[in-house]
């Protein structure tokens, strides 16, 4: 049983039994297409993130192995071709599952000076070193997505802000090799990230406020993503992750930065 997979520590981790590997395939319509060993690699990489981190159900949610697996199989995705991949993931073991989004507190300080408090309604949240939040109904609808309309992918979201606070800040710009895009060193590898990141940014927030206030085509991301860098960045994992060719389509240069960060043991092997 799965179950008693779960709750083992033995290493190497078994294999995640057959039928529910296929019922979570069944139920993820956007890995469908993508070539079997990278299938095999996904369905490794999940055995031993659920042997690594526990997961936790609050608020009344029981968690269930589809639920567990369900995650898992997206919370992995944007490490699958990372050097290290779950090393990128080694500052937190718990994840908590709630039945629906949650109010938290927020305390805002405005451009004046003047403190704002109010209540903000999340489907998830990942604090540095600490666990990842997420509600069971936005999983299970991300989870659907096919690429076809509106992509909302929490799992995908929450896992990108976990890769983007490796360095300490939460601002977009994940840890980068020296050599990236052919770069000569860390900080030219930032500067060579910000030229994809900030112009499509830029762009994404001029369409989404032409939409808001002028009644233009709405964006293709969520306008959720308009609100920071880092949270375009991580809204743009989610489409990324889930429709690639899109993805290239609307951000032909982010694609091409995306693709030399989280493919890069892909393209070298």
């Known amino acids: 049983m799965l179950g008693r997979w779960l709750r083992s520590k033995l290493r190497p981790p078994p294999q995640i039994p057959d039928d529910a590997w ?41 968690i269930t192995d589809r639920v567990a697996l369900l995650i898992a199989a997206q919370a992995v995705l944007p490490v699958l071709h990372l050097p290290g991949d779950l090393d990128w993931y080694d500052d937190f073991v718990g994840i908590v599952v709630v039945p629906s989004e949650v109010s938290t507190r927020r305390t805002l300080v405005d451009e004046a000076g003047v403190v704002h408090e109010y209540d903000e309604a999340i489907i998830g949240e990942a604090r540095a070193h600490g666990p990842v939040m997420l509600s069971w109904p936005h999983v299970a609808e991300g989870a659907g997505g096919d690429g076809q309309g509106p992509i909302l992918n929490v799992v995908i979201h929450e896992f990108a802000h976990k890769i983007d606070m490796r360095d300490g800040e939460v601002d977009g710009c994940p840890p980068l090799p020296a050599h990236f895009l052919g770069a000569g060193s860390a900080l030219q590898a930032r500067e060579r990230w910000l030229q994809a990141l900030e112009p499509a940014y830029d762009r994404f927030r001029e369409q989404a406020i032409v939409a808001e206030r002028f009644g233009g085509e709405p964006p293709w991301l969520d306008d959720y993503a308009a609100s920071s860098l880092a949270e375009f960045f991580a809204v743009a994992c989610e489409a990324y992750f889930v429709d690639r060719p899109r993805f290239a389509r609307e951000f032909e240069g982010l694609a091409q930065a995306f693709d030399a960060f989280f493919r890069a043991a892909t393209d070298e092997g």
Not at 27 to 56: C, M, N, T, W, Y
């Open 22 to 62: 296929q019922q979570a395939l069944a139920a993820l319509p956007f890995l469908a297409g993508r070539p079997a060993d990278e299938i095999a690699r996904l369905r490794a990489l999940s055995a031993r993130f659920l042997q690594q981190k526990e997961f936790h159900g609050a608020l009344g949610f029981a």
